[in-house]
């Protein structure tokens, strides 16, 4: 399994950013897959995935309206539009292989990671 994410960078507040994941060795079909951030001094937390059990989306309540999740499944990427940053979007933002989680793929969840990317969004 590998994944490789990139596309951040420095951002105003309002503006947009789109991450990409580039990822080989698996399918959804054995995993899910999402975008997960770190803020400084901050645990991990999911922003958007697709559960391999039922092929559906979900995004955390903080991105709602604001983030998107497509994919190109001809390409192996995994897309993450980010529109209307906030200062409080600033982390490191991961893509990963979720291998098992709970009810939501949103997490707790185990999982391989790619190297991160950071999104800065100045205020």
């Known amino acids: 399994v590998q994944l490789q994410a990139s596309g951040g960078g420095l951002v105003q507040s309002g503006g947009s950013l789109r991450l990409s994941c580039v990822f080989s060795?698996?399918?959804?079909?054995?995993?899910?897959i999402g975008w997960f951030r770190q803020a400084p001094g901050k645990e991990r937390e999911g922003v958007s995935c697709i559960s391999s059990r039922d092929y559906v989306t979900h995004y955390a309540d903080s991105v709602k309206g604001r983030f998107t999740m497509p994919r190109d499944n001809a390409k192996n990427t995994l897309y993450l539009q980010m529109n209307s940053l906030k200062p409080e979007d600033t982390a490191t933002y991961y893509c990963?292989?979720?291998?098992?989680?709970?009810?939501?793929?949103?997490?707790?969840?185990?999982?391989?990671w790619g190297q991160g990317t950071q999104v800065t969004v100045s205020s």
């Open positions: 990963g292989a979720l291998y098992a989680y709970g009810s939501t793929c949103l997490g707790p969840v185990t999982g391989s």
């Open positions: 060795g698996f399918t959804l079909d054995d995993y899910g």
